[in-house]
Structures are given as structure tokens and as C-alpha cells.
């Protein structure tokens, strides 16, 4: 079977929110599968996220599916965290 990569790639004009969800996703490296190769860099303005496999479409599924969530619930950490300190201002 030929190699299946995707890449979802996560494009802001704030830095600070992709460097802040590299360094909250970067960790959830280590538990990789076996047969699953499991990237997070920046480059540029960019977040990418780049999973891939050779024979294992599901867990592939099922790695993407888990990054997503991540990146979801880090963005609402960070949101709540911004509306926490407007907040605190007003």
C-alpha cells in the first residue's frame, strides 16, 4: 500500500497562539502507534499538524481525529483564559 500523509495545517496572525498550541500538543508525541508517524512544527505563521501511515488507515483516522480534539480544546483554554483577563480589566 502506498504511504497515506495528511496535514492539517492551523494559520493565524497571532504567533503566540501557534506557539502556544505547539507547545501544548508537542508532549502528545511520545504514545505514538507503532505503524504512525506523528508531526507538529511551525513554519512560518503556520501550526502544521502531519500524520501518516503505510497500512493503517483507521488509527490514522483515529490519530487525526484525536489532534483535532486537542486542538480544539487548547484554543478553549485559550479563549477562556483571554475572556478571563478582560474580565479582570473591566
Known sequence: MKRIELRLQVRT?????????FKSLNPDN???PENITLN???EKDE???SVSTENDIETL??????GLEYI??????MMVEE????????
Open 13 to 21: 496572525e497571532d504567533y503566540r497562539i501557534i506557539d502556544t498550541l
Open 30 to 32: 511520545v504514545n505514538v
Open 40 to 42: 507538529f512544527f511551525i
Open 47 to 49: 501550526l502544521i499538524f
Open 61 to 66: 483516522i483515529s490519530t487525526l481525529r484525536e
Open 72 to 77: 480544539g480544546l487548547s484554543l478553549q483554554m
Open 83 to 90: 475572556n478571563e483577563k478582560n474580565t479582570d480589566r473591566n
